[in-house]
């Protein structure tokens, strides 16, 4: 789901909707109708009387927030499910409702999705977004012209309408302050009394290891689990082969490197590395790990040569 989010192809949205069609313009057409035909029989069937917006959005609010809406970007925390107008669940941010729906995938981090909504290359999902407020649910139903057109994209047929259920958890108008105020809540609630070194990083030794701590130049072998500041598990080495990176060739995240550094081989420790020195502003480029998300990482310096 996350690696090709139907949320996340900004750089190839311009060659769906500008290349070279592999329709002919007969085939469009009778594509076309029959997204119509679709489109009628859905809003009949579900006794939807309320007439779509002037861009063609249907605009559906299920629960009305009673928070900020989201602006020009802001970055906001979301649940969504995607489906096509025939029913079919495309995309969940659901772990279970993938599993029932064959769609689960192992490798991604399910739950609440942050993101820029400024981000968001699909022009209904950024109209609906803009009527929503934090804490309402709202379905919207976007014809092709709004979504991925004649082209489609992975699942998506040419011509899709697409029904888009979401939850708007929170709007974040600073991701910067939203974040540092999430580390603080952390730090209180988990009864952390060490203070954080100059970068940001929190070094919590939970067990000291003996020899000479890793340098630039040294290899280090860990085995370690990460974690969201929220608590959803993203990564772990546990029960499989331990990582191994050379120390000072930015093959880890800068505070991850200053966490080993600390640490002794046969030594645990708890880092907690915010996204400044971590994955950023942007997160990972594959969308696992979201824009300025704090990690917590249990870490076990195994080897360190």
Same mark, same amino acid.
Request: one cysteine or more; proline letters at 6%.
């Given at each position: *789901?996350?690696?090709?989010?139907?949320?996340?192809?900004?750089?190839?949205?311009?060659? !769906?909707?500008?290349?070279?069609?592999?329709?002919?313009?007969?085939?469009?057409?009778?594509?076309? %109708?029959? %997204?119509?035909?679709?489109?009628?029989?859905?809003?009949?069937?579900?006794?939807?009387?309320?007439?779509?917006?002037?861009?063609? !959005?249907?605009?559906?609010?299920?629960?009305?927030?009673?928070?900020?809406?989201?602006?020009?970007?802001?970055?906001?925390? *979301?649940?969504?499910?995607?489906?096509?107008?025939?029913?079919?669940?495309?995309?969940?941010?659901?772990?279970?409702?993938? @599993?029932?729906?064959?769609?689960?995938?192992?490798?991604?981090?399910?739950?609440?999705?942050?993101?820029?909504?400024?981000?968001?290359?699909?022009?209904?999902?950024?109209?609906?977004?803009?009527?929503?407020?934090?804490?309402?649910?709202?379905?919207?139903?976007?014809?092709?012209?709004?979504?991925?057109?004649?082209?489609?994209?992975?699942?998506?047929?040419?011509?899709?309408?697409?029904?888009?259920?979401?939850?708007?958890?929170?709007?974040?108008?600073?991701?910067?302050?939203?974040?540092?105020?999430?580390?603080?809540?952390?730090?209180?609630?988990?009864?952390?009394?060490?203070?954080?070194?100059?970068?940001?990083?929190?070094?919590?030794? @939970?067990?000291?290891?003996?020899?000479?701590?890793?340098?630039?130049?040294?290899?280090?072998?860990?085995?370690?689990?990460?974690?969201?500041?929220?608590?959803?598990?993203?990564?772990?080495?546990?029960?499989?082969?331990?990582? %191994?990176?050379?120390?000072?060739?930015?093959?880890?995240?800068?505070?991850?490197?200053?966490?080993?550094?600390? *640490?002794?081989?046969?030594?645990?420790? @708890?880092?907690?590395?915010?996204?400044?020195?971590?994955?950023?502003?942007?997160?990972?480029?594959?969308?696992?790990?979201?824009?300025? *998300?704090?990690?917590?990482?249990?870490?076990?310096?195994? %080897?360190?040569?």
């Amino acid at each position: *789901m996350r690696g090709k989010s139907l949320l996340r192809v900004a750089l190839v949205l311009p060659l !769906l909707m500008f290349g070279v069609l592999s329709c002919s313009h007969d085939d469009d057409e009778k594509l076309r %109708e029959r %997204e119509q035909r679709l489109l009628e029989q859905y809003l009949n069937d579900n006794n939807i009387t309320q007439e779509p917006r002037e861009s063609g !959005l249907y605009y559906l609010e299920r629960e009305e927030g009673d928070g900020p809406a989201p602006q020009e970007g802001n970055y906001i925390i *979301m649940e969504y499910r995607v489906r096509l107008i025939t029913g079919r669940v495309i995309e969940t941010t659901d772990e279970e409702e993938a @599993k029932e729906n064959d769609l689960y995938n192992p490798d991604m981090v399910y739950g609440s999705y942050k993101f820029n909504i400024s981000n968001t290359p699909l022009e209904g999902v950024r109209e609906g977004l803009s009527l929503m407020k934090e804490g309402g649910e709202a379905r919207l139903i976007i014809p092709s012209e709004l979504a991925y057109g004649a082209q489609g994209t992975g699942n998506v047929p040419p011509f899709s309408t697409l029904i888009f259920d979401i939850k708007l958890k929170e709007v974040i108008d600073d991701p910067e302050r939203h974040e540092r105020r999430l580390i603080s809540e952390y730090v209180e609630e988990n009864n952390i009394t060490e203070d954080p070194d100059d970068s940001g990083l929190y070094y919590i030794e @939970k067990e000291e290891g003996l020899g000479d701590s890793p340098k630039r130049g040294f290899t280090a072998i860990v085995h370690y689990t990460g974690w969201f500041i929220d608590g959803r598990q993203y990564n772990t080495t546990k029960g499989g082969q331990p990582f %191994e990176f050379n120390v000072g060739d930015q093959e880890v995240t800068p505070g991850f490197e200053e966490g080993i550094k600390q *640490m002794k081989p046969g030594g645990k420790a @708890k880092f907690i590395v915010p996204s400044w020195i971590g994955y950023g502003s942007d997160g990972t480029p594959d969308g696992r790990i979201p824009p300025y *998300m704090t990690l917590i990482y249990e870490v076990e310096l195994i %080897e360190a040569y």
